[in-house]
């Protein structure tokens, strides 16, 4: 009976923290850093080199790196019999809403150049009322430099709240 006490309560324990623990999706432009992660268990970033674009995915100790604009294999055709109807499941627009309320953004900034000198002047009076009305860090240069940093937050438990309360 002992045994199966602290089983269950070891179970619940890791159903706990996979629930509350941080799920991160990170921008960062300056540093070449375009990734999703879990905690520190796994990650999925997305990076640039030799002409082509790679999916680097990890959990745990695995790693697997794709290539995104390799071409898929080719698979070959199931043979048909008789259609069936399809049924749509999608998520209700007011419940998506909600669900992305839940995210949170820890970190915002962003620095942009358009390259024409008189639409950054009017940008600029622009991108100052935004900083100060949303609480984001949004400046126009004059420098040719566009740089974007995003770190948003979320849980497993905040989404699954948001959608169970619309």
């Known amino acids: 009976m002992d045994v199966l006490l602290i089983l269950l309560g ?23 850093l375009y990734r999703v992660r879990f905690h520190t268990w796994a990650q999925a970033r997305v990076f640039a080199a030799e002409h082509s674009f790679f999916m680097e995915v990890r959990i745990f100790w695995w790693k697997k790196v794709m ?10 055709p199931k ?3 008789k259609p069936t109807a399809q049924k749509k499941y999608g998520v209700p627009t007011r419940k998506l809403w909600a669900m992305l309320r839940s995210f949170r953004v820890r970190q915002c ?18 991108a100052y009322w935004i900083s100060t009305k949303a609480g984001v860090d949004l400046a126009i240069n004059f420098y040719d430099q566009n740089e974007i940093t995003v770190q948003i937050e979320n849980n497993l438990l905040r ?3 948001a959608y169970v309360r619309s």
């Open 159 to 161: 989404v699954l709240v």
């Open 79 to 81: 043979k048909k019999g």
């Open 10 to 32: 070891s179970v619940f324990i890791v159903v706990v923290y996979l629930l509350t623990a941080p799920i991160y999706l990170e921008l960062n432009s300056p540093q070449g």
């Open 67 to 76: 290539d995104l604009l390799s071409p898929s294999p080719v698979r070959q």
């Open 109 to 126: 900034q962003a620095n942009l150049d358009t390259g024409d000198e008189a639409l950054n002047g009017i940008l600029f009076p622009l």
